[in-house]
């Protein structure tokens, strides 16, 4: 009879001997996509590491240890930092990240007092599913350009990851990213594409080099919105993590804690020059197969994160690795994050022969997808800010009858 591995509880502290590889096990998990955002943003990587590490280590103090959960940088917010900071530089794309962490922790206040119910209403699944498409495949473009480049060294980069994701077990299988990096870095080396002078001249400790952001309104209204798309994807992983936990953790500490902490983490970031965080599923992976959930674990996994952010060869490393590599990883994430917004729309069971539900995702699909804008005095709100406003707008204002029409319509049919 096989043996049942030893569950570790969220409040359980191990040897130091055991603890370490746990938490460089979760730093691996979250380090190739956490690395990944600032690479494609333009932001500061090594700030990334910083505000992801000081982010967790919040995140743990707000929610009184009782959340095995790690904050990674975010996808969501890629395409409205990159609009910003062409348009208006990055400290503006900074004032509307800093600004997405106040919305965060608005709706954590908001939800203390008057719990979930109009969140639900707000931010349905034909809602938030549509968005997390538009979010995939508005990237799409960014993907291709930058694998285009050398296509062979994409090709490479992308097969690696794809492998891993779909063939690995195990903790190998919850890393294909980070493997893919590795992997395309390696190859991309060994054609001579990548440049190492920097990492020669770079100093073992370096300090980080913060950014600060600077007021825009409109960076405000492209960029806080997306909040509410990352705010329902916190609550999904908070639940799929209390059910890997075996406690209701929406209710002690409380998903208002939870949804505080992120807020924190997230301005914190974005006042420093660092990308909104968000729960990263990674981590949850591994704690689902390793059973080992402890705050202790996820937290040396935070420290490690701040001591490799003032490694300055490490932070070099990063930027040299060629910009095909992470096109061709980019091409698998970004279709990952359309993917899932489609699963949404599945396992929610959103009915398309409803006129109401059919009007939504198309409206916010062709308006993300397609880059519309639209300008309101020196304001200008644009692709995915866009398409969230006009489909929470359409959810609110389109008769909930609708559907009950179109099924009334669809039963006489089928007599």
Same mark, same amino acid.
């Given at each position: 009879?096989?043996k ?24 691996f ?18 700030? @990334? ?7 967790t ?60 119910? $109009?969140?639900?209403r ?6 938030v599913g549509?968005?997390?498409?538009? &979010? ?14 050398? $296509? ?26 980070l ?5 395309g /870095?390696? /190859? ?16 073992w400790?370096?300090?980080?080099? /913060?950014?600060?952001?600077? @007021? ?7 960029? @806080? ?62 704690? @689902? ?6 705050? $202790? ?16 060869? /490490?932070?070099?490393m ?32 959103i ?16 308006l ?7 300008? &309101? ?39």
């Amino acid at each position: 009879m096989a043996k049942q591995q030893r569950i570790v509880d969220v409040q359980e502290r191990l040897p130091l001997g055991e603890s370490l590889p746990l938490s460089l096990q979760h730093l691996f998990a979250m380090f190739g996509s956490t690395v990944l955002v600032p690479f494609l943003t333009g932001l500061n990587p090594s700030i @990334a590491l910083l505000t992801s590490g000081i982010g967790t280590l919040l995140y743990i103090l707000l929610t009184k240890g009782m959340i095995p959960g790690y904050l990674g940088s975010s996808f969501a917010f890629i395409g409205p930092i990159i609009a910003v900071s062409k348009s208006q530089g990055v400290g503006a794309a900074l004032f509307g990240c800093l600004l997405s962490g106040v919305v965060y922790i608005i709706v954590a206040g908001i939800i203390r007092t008057s719990g979930t119910r $109009w969140l639900d209403r707000l931010l349905p699944p034909v809602v938030v599913g549509s968005i997390v498409i538009v &979010i995939g495949l508005g990237l799409a473009g960014v993907a291709v350009d930058m694998a285009s480049k050398d $296509w062979t060294v994409a090709s490479v980069a992308l097969l690696i990851a794809i492998v891993a994701s779909a063939f690995f077990r195990g903790f190998l299988g919850v890393i294909p990213i980070l493997l893919g990096i590795i992997g395309g /870095f390696v /190859f991309a080396a060994i054609r001579g594409l990548v440049d190492f002078s920097a990492v020669g001249k770079a100093a073992w400790f370096a300090m980080p080099e /913060f950014t600060m952001p600077h @007021a825009s309104w409109t960076a405000a209204i492209v960029i @806080a919105p997306v909040a509410l798309v990352t705010i329902a994807e916190h609550i999904g992983h908070l639940l799929v993590t209390q059910n890997i936990v075996g406690r209701d953790l929406m209710k002690n500490p409380g998903l208002h804690r939870s949804m505080l902490g992120d807020g924190v983490a997230t301005a914190l970031a974005g006042l420093v020059g660092g990308p909104p965080s968000t729960t990263y599923g990674e981590n949850i992976g591994v704690m @689902a197969i390793t059973r080992v959930y402890s705050v $202790w674990v996820i937290g040396g996994a935070a420290v490690f994160a701040v001591l490799f952010s003032f490694i300055g060869k /490490f932070s070099a490393m990063i930027t040299s690795i060629p910009v095909p590599v992470m096109g061709g990883i980019s091409i698998l994430l970004f279709g990952i994050i359309a993917s899932a917004g489609l699963r949404m729309l599945v396992e929610s069971g959103i009915n398309y022969t409803h006129k109401r539900n059919l009007i939504i995702s198309s409206v916010i699909l062709v308006l993300g997808v397609g880059g519309a804008k639209i300008n &309101i005095g020196d304001l200008q709100i644009e692709g995915m800010a866009l398409a969230t406003f006009a489909g929470i707008l359409l959810n609110l204002v389109l008769p909930r009858g609708l559907n009950e029409d179109d099924a009334a319509e669809s039963e006489q049919v089928v007599h």
